[in-house]
C-alpha cells in the first residue's frame, strides 16, 4: 500500500489488533487532529480511537472523545427503544424478519456498542413479508425518502420530527432511519457472487444484547454478510473503514476458535469463502489481525492479481471523501467470469452517466404529497449530470488504465515466480 496522509496512518497504527501504536497519536499537533477527527466521524472510527488512544491525545481531544460518547449513548438507547416499538408492531403483524448490523455485530465485531456509530436500522424481510413491513412502518409515521435505485433495500424510512443537522455525527436527537432489505446480494448490479443466499434465511436465530430480543443470521452466516458487506462496497467504491475494523476484530477474536471454522466450512460453499476470503485479507492488511489456520489457507488461495490489487490499491478506499481513482474497478473486473459481463461493468464505471438516485423515484414531501418527476425532466437532470461529469471520467480514464496495466504485469511476473 501506498503511504496514506500522516492523520490516517496515525488512525490505522492506533487502531491495529497486533503491534498497535496509539502513543504515536502524541506526536501530532492540533490541526492534524482537526483532520483527523474530521476523517474519523466520517469513517465511523472516533469513538473506537477514543477507546484505544484516550492516553495519548490532548486535553481537549479527550473531552470531544468523552461528548461523542455520552451522546452516542444516549443515541444507542433511543435505537433501542425505536426497535422495540418496531418489533412489537412487526409481531402483531406477523411480519418476519432479522436484524442485519447494528446491535446484531456485538461482541465479536464490537466490544461495546457504544463505541459503534448506528445511523439506521436494518432488517432483511422475506419477499411475502417487506411490502407489509414497510406498511407497518408507515402507519407507525414513517416515511420514505429518495433512495438510490441500486440499494438493497426499499427506500429509507424515517420519522420527521423537526430535527435538522447540527454538525454532530453523535447527536442523540437524530431520529433513527429504518432500512428494509429484500436482498442479501446483488449479482444482476454486482454480476459475480452468490446467486442465492436463501440458506441464511433458513438459518435465523434468536439472539439477546442488553435486554433486547431479535433475530438475527446464524453466527456464521453474519460473517459471510459482514465480508460480503465490505467486498459490495469496495467494489463500488464506497467502503467506510469501520466495517474492516470491525471484520478485522472478529477473525482477531476468534483466531483459535476451531469449532467456529469447522461450522464455517460446514456452511458455506467453497466459493463463497473465498469471496469471504478478499475481504478478510483486506482486514489483515489494514489492521494486522489474528486469523485462524482455515482462513490463512483460504487468503493463500487466493489469485496473485487479487492478492497484488490488495497490496498496490487497497489504500484507495481509505478516504472515500478524496479518493478519485477508479481503482477498485480492476478488481471487481477480475471477480467477473463472463467477457460481457466485465465489458458492461468496465463502461459502466469508466462512462457513467446516470445519476445516483433512481429519476423514476418518489418523493413524499413534509406534509404528506407525493411527487414524481416527468419523462422530460428525468431525461434532462440525466443529460445534465452526464455532461458536467464528462470533464473528471476523461481525466481520470489514462490514469485508470495505466493502473490497470501496471497491476496485470506485476501479477504476470509474480505467477512466473511462483
Given at each position: 500500500?501506498?503511504?496514506?496522509?500522516?492523520?490516517?496512518?496515525?488512525?490505522?497504527?492506533?487502531?491495529?489488533?497486533?503491534?498497535?501504536?496509539?502513543?504515536?497519536?502524541?506526536s501530532?499537533?492540533?490541526?492534524?487532529?482537526?483532520?483527523?477527527?474530521?476523517?474519523?466521524?466520517?469513517?465511523?472510527?472516533t469513538?473506537?480511537?477514543?477507546?484505544?488512544?484516550h492516553?495519548?491525545a490532548?486535553d481537549?481531544?479527550?473531552?470531544?472523545?468523552?461528548?461523542?460518547?455520552?451522546d452516542?449513548?444516549?443515541?444507542?438507547e433511543?435505537?433501542?427503544?425505536?426497535?422495540?416499538e418496531?418489533?412489537?408492531?412487526?409481531?402483531?403483524?406477523?411480519?418476519?424478519?432479522?436484524?442485519?448490523k447494528?446491535?446484531?455485530?456485538?461482541?465479536?465485531?464490537?466490544?461495546?456498542?457504544?463505541?459503534?456509530?448506528?445511523?439506521d436500522i436494518?432488517?432483511?424481510?422475506?419477499?411475502?413479508?417487506?411490502?407489509?413491513?414497510?406498511d407497518?412502518?408507515i402507519?407507525?409515521?414513517?416515511?420514505?425518502?429518495?433512495?438510490?435505485?441500486?440499494?438493497?433495500?426499499?427506500?429509507?424510512?424515517i420519522?420527521d420530527?423537526?430535527?435538522h443537522?447540527?454538525?454532530?455525527?453523535?447527536?442523540p436527537?437524530?431520529?433513527?432511519?429504518v432500512?428494509?432489505?429484500?436482498?442479501l446480494?446483488?449479482?444482476?448490479?454486482?454480476?459475480f457472487?452468490?446467486?442465492?443466499?436463501?440458506?441464511?434465511?433458513?438459518?435465523?436465530q434468536?439472539?439477546?444484547?442488553?435486554?433486547?430480543?431479535?433475530?438475527?443470521?446464524h453466527?456464521?452466516?453474519?460473517?459471510?454478510?459482514s465480508?460480503?458487506?465490505?467486498l459490495?462496497?469496495l467494489?463500488?467504491?464506497?467502503?467506510?473503514?469501520h466495517?474492516?475494523?470491525?471484520?478485522?476484530?472478529?477473525?482477531?477474536?476468534?483466531?483459535?476458535?476451531?469449532?467456529?471454522?469447522?461450522?464455517w466450512?460446514?456452511l458455506?460453499?467453497r466459493?463463497?469463502?473465498?469471496?469471504?476470503?478478499?475481504?478478510?485479507?483486506?482486514?489483515?492488511?489494514?489492521?494486522a489481525?489474528?486469523?485462524?489456520p482455515e482462513?490463512?489457507?483460504?487468503?493463500k488461495?487466493?489469485?496473485?492479481?487479487?492478492?497484488?490489487?490488495?497490496?498496490h490499491?487497497?489504500d484507495?478506499?481509505?478516504?472515500?471523501?478524496?479518493?478519485?481513482?477508479?481503482?477498485a474497478?480492476?478488481?471487481?473486473?477480475?471477480?467477473?467470469?463472463?467477457a460481457r459481463?466485465?465489458?458492461?461493468v468496465?463502461?459502466?464505471?469508466l462512462?457513467?452517466?446516470?445519476?445516483?438516485?433512481?429519476p423514476?423515484?418518489i418523493?413524499i414531501t413534509?406534509?404528506?404529497?407525493v411527487?414524481?418527476?416527468?419523462f422530460?425532466?428525468?431525461?434532462?437532470?440525466r443529460a445534465?449530470?452526464?455532461?458536467?461529469?464528462?470533464?473528471?471520467?476523461?481525466?481520470?480514464?489514462p490514469?485508470?488504465?495505466?493502473?490497470?496495466?501496471?497491476?496485470?504485469?506485476?501479477?504476470?511476473?509474480?505467477?512466473?515466480?511462483?
Amino acid at each position: 500500500m501506498s503511504k496514506p496522509p500522516r492523520h490516517i496512518a496515525a488512525v490505522l497504527s492506533a487502531l491495529r489488533l497486533k503491534g498497535g501504536r496509539a502513543e504515536e497519536l502524541s506526536s501530532l499537533d492540533d490541526a492534524t487532529w482537526n483532520e483527523l477527527l474530521a476523517y474519523t466521524d466520517f469513517t465511523h472510527l472516533t469513538l473506537y480511537l477514543g477507546a484505544s488512544g484516550h492516553d495519548f491525545a490532548p486535553d481537549w481531544v479527550r473531552q470531544r472523545f468523552g461528548n461523542n460518547l455520552s451522546d452516542n449513548s444516549r443515541r444507542f438507547e433511543r435505537i433501542k427503544a425505536a426497535y422495540g416499538e418496531m418489533a412489537h408492531a412487526f409481531h402483531r403483524a406477523g411480519v418476519n424478519h432479522v436484524v442485519l448490523k447494528g446491535f446484531s455485530q456485538w461482541p465479536d465485531y464490537s466490544e461495546d456498542l457504544r463505541l459503534r456509530l448506528q445511523s439506521d436500522i436494518d432488517f432483511y424481510c422475506p419477499p411475502e413479508s417487506i411490502l407489509q413491513a414497510r406498511d407497518v412502518l408507515i402507519g407507525m409515521g414513517y416515511k420514505e425518502v429518495p433512495t438510490s435505485s441500486f440499494a438493497d433495500h426499499l427506500p429509507i424510512m424515517i420519522r420527521d420530527d423537526g430535527w435538522h443537522w447540527k454538525g454532530n455525527y453523535y447527536d442523540p436527537e437524530i431520529p433513527p432511519m429504518v432500512e428494509l432489505h429484500h436482498r442479501l446480494w446483488n449479482p444482476q448490479r454486482l454480476r459475480f457472487g452468490p446467486s442465492s443466499l436463501e440458506a441464511f434465511w433458513s438459518r435465523r436465530q434468536v439472539r439477546r444484547v442488553e435486554g433486547i430480543d431479535f433475530p438475527a443470521l446464524h453466527w456464521v452466516d453474519n460473517l459471510g454478510f459482514s465480508a460480503l458487506q465490505v467486498l459490495r462496497d469496495l467494489v463500488n467504491h464506497g467502503l467506510l473503514l469501520h466495517k474492516v475494523y470491525e471484520l478485522a476484530r472478529f477473525l482477531h477474536r476468534n483466531a483459535e476458535n476451531e469449532h467456529f471454522w469447522q461450522e464455517w466450512i460446514q456452511l458455506h460453499d467453497r466459493p463463497l469463502r473465498q469471496w469471504e476470503a478478499i475481504a478478510f485479507r483486506l482486514a489483515v492488511q489494514c489492521f494486522a489481525c489474528d486469523v485462524a489456520p482455515e482462513v490463512a489457507d483460504h487468503m493463500k488461495q487466493l489469485p496473485g492479481f487479487i492478492d497484488k490489487w490488495i497490496v498496490h490499491y487497497a489504500d484507495s478506499f481509505l478516504n472515500p471523501r478524496e479518493n478519485l481513482t477508479k481503482d477498485a474497478l480492476w478488481l471487481h473486473l477480475a471477480l467477473i467470469d463472463s467477457a460481457r459481463d466485465k465489458l458492461a461493468v468496465g463502461l459502466r464505471v469508466l462512462v457513467p452517466m446516470k445519476l445516483q438516485t433512481d429519476p423514476e423515484m418518489i418523493a413524499i414531501t413534509d406534509d404528506g404529497a407525493v411527487l414524481k418527476s416527468t419523462f422530460f425532466q428525468r431525461l434532462l437532470r440525466r443529460a445534465a449530470y452526464g455532461t458536467s461529469r464528462l470533464p473528471l471520467h476523461a481525466g481520470l480514464l489514462p490514469i485508470t488504465l495505466w493502473h490497470g496495466l501496471r497491476l496485470w504485469w506485476s501479477a504476470r511476473e509474480f505467477k512466473a515466480q511462483a
